[in-house]
Nanobody
Framework: QVQLVESGGGLVQAGGSLSLSCAAS????????MGWFRQAPGKEREFVAG????????DYADSVKDRFTISRDNAKNTVYLQMNSLTPEDTAVYYC?????????????????WGQGTQVTVSS
């Protein structure tokens, strides 16, 4: 069983930055892609960013491109999400997830393990 634990969420003013981390307990971390998703109240969970198992290729939702950066450290079993220029529209619970494959896929059904989520709130 793989456990994913997110940290780093909080309250920030618009224009500010936050850095999220997701630590995996085990499970051949470096074999799979990893993704970040978010879910705002009353909305469906949506893809934010993903990274291949090697960390060399990343994919971003259009809404966060050029503002967010995903990275991973396979030696530490950890994936990161650096979020800059935050807006109130970024307010959501952010989840990390482990993909089935080495490539990045944007759909939730490609991910088999999920963290418990961390709240990000951006005030205007």
């Amino acid at each position: 069983q793989v456990q994913l634990v997110e940290s780093g969420g909080g309250l920030v003013q618009a224009g500010g930055s936050l850095s999220l981390s997701c630590a995996a307990s085990s499970g051949a971390f470096s074999t799979y892609s990893m993704g970040w998703f978010r879910q705002a109240p009353g909305k469906e969970r949506e893809f934010v960013a993903g990274v291949t198992q090697s960390g060399r290729i990343a994919d971003y939702a259009d809404s966060v491109k050029d503002r967010f950066t995903i990275s991973r450290d396979n030696a530490k079993n950890t994936v990161y999400l650096q979020m800059n220029s935050l807006t109130p529209e970024d307010t959501a619970v952010y989840y990390c997830a482990r993909g089935h494959t080495i490539a990045v896929v944007r759909t939730t059904d490609n991910y088999d393990y999920w963290g418990q989520g961390t709240q990000v709130t951006v005030s205007s």
